[in-house]
């Protein structure tokens, strides 16, 4: 926790938040900027204690080591908590954080050569009818659930991090059933200049929910550029897709090659990238064989199912025929027919040439797994086109392949931010204008946490020490979780009001704080 203040003050949070609020009133125990600071001690404290329960979390804590002199945990309480929260709302939490996370990536001296954007859904706890909500504040409601939650309301969380150590730079909430594309078109439209003028970041990264038309011209129109995955639903990466005999693929490092394509999707001059993966085809293949045996047993049964039904006419069975072959990837027919049934009302044998009182008709078949289509589908896998509007030669494959694959610093993000152990795995406050505040506090804990992780590695390195892992060897790259862990323990003592002691500092605790410096040296000493 310690390591966290220090982070803290390094990046000078509760004096930014104290600043973009002047008014509050000096009678108060606590600032904004401490609760905000609190709640990030809390938040990285991986407890996942409520709001309500913050003063237990720090009744055993050192509160004046860690937030400033003259504040105790009861101040912390819950009703701080949500003025904190309340206020955060009214000045604007994306415009807040987008300062914020301006201020860290010039501290840290990152170079910011790309920005990526994803999304994730958290569902939330509890019925909110909305009625005295802001007319501006988010909608918790249904929608598609990445947590596999679908019975629950859920709020949408659109993050942009750098590329380099997975800072979020940007933040904002989208009601739970917001589309991808529509949410990237948005911010887009209202934040990239802001954005580019911030950070100086060269490339737009995200998938392929970015790569819709109006979205590539508006990003082209404001010069910015763009790296982002191709949806192979496109009639234009269909055709590509069909001409892999010919491809000629260029190898490229860890089982990757590719091959450039010119193309003018949306009117946008671009390149495309269309790259093949040695491991991610291994890996589909077995998903494919999987999916192939499950979908034949399927289309068994439905064929079954169908050749039972009778239908009135000839015509209503080749219909019924048609869309059945239309909703099959790999399965065929052979020696399909349609057989005409005699109806006749009497029971008993039919007399010789006795015409019948009615007809029906049913289908018959032979069902078989269609190899080319297989084949076709074998040779689609481990395939993805990248595209960007760089059309320069400093923009190589390699280049752009790495760039992208920068997009798993806003996935990493995403799974720290929706771990069990991080403030809350589903959210329940009163209101959803706390909800979306407290979407900034935890981006807050997110930005802290890899701004430190960034700087321990990076000092390691500069002062070459190492520091134990998990199997106590050396290394250079720990996860800030472990550097964590490995502080627990560490108490403060005062006795009679006396100078107070720190105890059970160990040698690789000292190795940390002497590479990140005065400032954390202070909180340990």
Request: charge should be positive; include cysteine.
């Amino acid at each position: 926790m310690g390591l966290v203040s220090g982070m803290c003050k390094e990046l000078k949070i509760a004096e930014f938040f104290d600043e973009a609020h002047p008014e509050q009133s000096k009678m108060k125990h606590i600032s904004y900027g401490q609760l905000v600071v609190a709640m990030i001690l809390n938040g990285l404290g991986f407890v996942g204690r409520t709001l309500h329960l913050y003063p237990e979390y720090f009744a055993d804590k050192p509160v004046e080591r860690l937030l400033g002199k003259g504040i105790l945990a009861e101040h912390i309480n819950d009703d701080a908590l949500g003025r904190c929260l309340d206020q955060l709302y009214e000045t604007g939490v994306s415009e807040l954080y987008q300062g914020l996370s301006a201020r860290v990536v010039a501290s840290l001296g990152l170079p910011c050569e790309g920005i990526n954007l994803d999304s994730t859904s958290i569902h939330v706890d509890g019925k909110y009818d909305g009625e005295d909500a802001d007319i501006n504040a988010v909608k918790l409601v249904r929608g598609y659930s990445r947590d596999h939650r679908p019975e629950l309301n859920q709020v949408i969380l659109n993050l942009i991090t750098e590329n380099k150590a997975g800072i979020p730079v940007y933040m904002k909430a989208a009601s739970g059933n917001t589309n991808d594309a529509e949410g990237f078109k948005q911010i887009v439209k209202a934040h990239i200049k802001s954005l580019k003028a911030a950070q100086a970041c060269r490339y737009f990264v995200a998938d392929a929910a970015l790569y819709v038309a109006e979205t590539i011209r508006s990003l082209d129109e404001q010069k910015q550029l763009f790296i982002s995955r191709v949806p192979q639903k496109l009639t234009q990466a269909k055709n590509i897709l069909t001409q892999l005999e010919s491809a000629q693929f260029e190898p490229l490092e860890n089982g990757y090659s590719g091959i450039w394509f010119d193309a003018d999707y949306a009117g946008v001059k671009q390149r495309w990238l269309l790259v093949k993966s040695e491991k991610a085809q291994k890996r589909e293949h077995l998903i494919l064989n999987k999916k192939l045996a499950q979908r034949s047993l399927q289309s068994q049964k439905s064929f079954r199912k169908l050749c039972k039904q009778r239908f009135a006419c000839q015509q209503d069975a080749e219909q019924a025929l048609s869309d059945w072959e239309s909703a099959q990837r790999y399965t065929s027919i052979s020696d399909k027919r349609v057989i005409c049934q005699a109806v006749f009302e009497k029971s008993g044998r039919p007399k010789v040439n006795q015409q019948p009182d009615s007809h029906y008709y049913q289908l018959a078949g032979e069902l078989y797994s269609d190899l080319e289509k297989k084949a076709l589908s074998e040779a689609q896998k481990g395939l993805f086109i990248l595209a960007s509007n760089d059309c320069s030669d400093k923009l190589t494959m390699e280049k752009m392949l790495e760039i992208y694959k920068s997009q798993q610093s806003v996935e990493k993000g995403f799974r720290f931010l929706k771990s069990p152990d991080f403030l809350t795995s589903a959210l329940y406050l009163k209101k959803p204008e706390r909800i979306e505040a407290l979407l900034m506090i935890m981006t807050c804990c997110l930005m802290v946490y890899t701004a430190l992780e960034h700087k321990i590695r990076r000092q390691l390195k500069t002062c070459s020490r190492y520091f134990p892992d998990l199997k106590y060897k050396p290394t250079q790259n720990p996860t800030a979780r472990w550097v964590f862990f490995c502080f627990q323990g560490i108490d403060e003592l005062s006795i009679a009001g006396k100078q107070a002691l720190i105890l059970n500092l160990q040698e690789r605790n000292q190795t940390i704080l002497d590479c990140l410096g005065e400032i954390y040296q202070q909180i340990y000493s």
